[in-house]
């Protein structure tokens, strides 16, 4: 399986590019984020005729998720245990849940696209929302891989963290000042890890970044974050045979301010093949 996730800004202004991306990189399984559109108004058609099977969550204009598929898509979700909500002015357990959040199940392997909230600034109460999502995204890692030790799960998606001080090449991103690097965020990421997900990726392509402000030249100057990743469980992260992060996607005509990020899965049985590489053994 050729499993990525990009976050497309727009799927109806970038359906073209999406598409011809998938198709051209072989890619079984595409989550994609901030698809903007409600579900009703996904371009179902352009990736059908490609052959994939779509599934997409959204409410309005804003954040949206979706995943395309070459084998059909099992157990669809769109919340996880405990996720929480928000709206400006409104506090308490029963705010309106965003459109962030989409899992199914393919091949055997549980796959959430996920769009993590942006945060915003350090005092806004988007921030405390974006801990809360994060933590809640934890226990749900938690209870998964305890109800199920063996499950092949994958959170994929666009998290909003820079991680490590190397995954931070914008200049106007600043600890203590900005989001996406505050400890309180990099703990949250950290406890997603604690709780038994592993960046894929990083061991692969240690270094790269998967966004690029439009503003001030960043792209041209290389000066963006790596922001985007694909955290697996240990029985997905053992059957990682490679990983990519696909940069000049980045160019040509109205492209998103993300790349995409693809992981090769091995899910052959391990009595198939003993040969694999055993990246994470």
Known sequence: MRLATWNVNSIRARVARTVDFAVREHIDVLA???????????PYEAFEDAGYHVVAHGLNQWNGVAIASRE????????????????????????????????????GVR???LYVPNGRSLDDPH????????????????????????LA?????????????????????????????????????????EAGMIDVVRPLVPTGFTYWDYKQLRFP?????????????HALADRVTGASIH?????????????????????TSPDDDDDRPMIFG
């Open 221 to 233: 100057r290389n000066q963006g974050m790596r922001i985007d990743f694909v955290l697996g469980s």
């Open 153 to 193: 799960l994958a959170f994929v998606g666009d998290f909003n963290i820079a991680p490590t001080d190397a995954d931070n090449g914008d200049p106007t991103v600043v600890e203590g000042l900005s989001t996406h690097v505050s400890p309180p965020e990099r703990a949250a990421f950290h406890a997603i890890e």
């Open 127 to 150: 921030y405390l929302y974006k801990l809360d999502w994060l933590g809640a995204l934890a226990q749900h890692a938690r209870d998964s891989l305890t109800a199920d030790p063996d």
């Open 32 to 42: 994609m984020q901030e698809i903007k559109c409600k579900p009703e108004q996904f």
């Open 72 to 107: 059909p898509i099992e157990d669809v979700e769109t919340t996880f245990p405990g996720m929480p909500g928000f709206a400006k002015g409104h506090e308490g357990p029963d705010a309106p849940l965003e459109a962030r959040a989409i899992g199914g199940t393919i091949g």
């Open 247 to 267: 940069r000049d996607e980045r160019k040509g005509e109205i492209p998103s301010d993300h790349v995409p990020v693809v992981v090769d899965l091995d899910l």
């Open 111 to 113: 796959v959430w696209s």
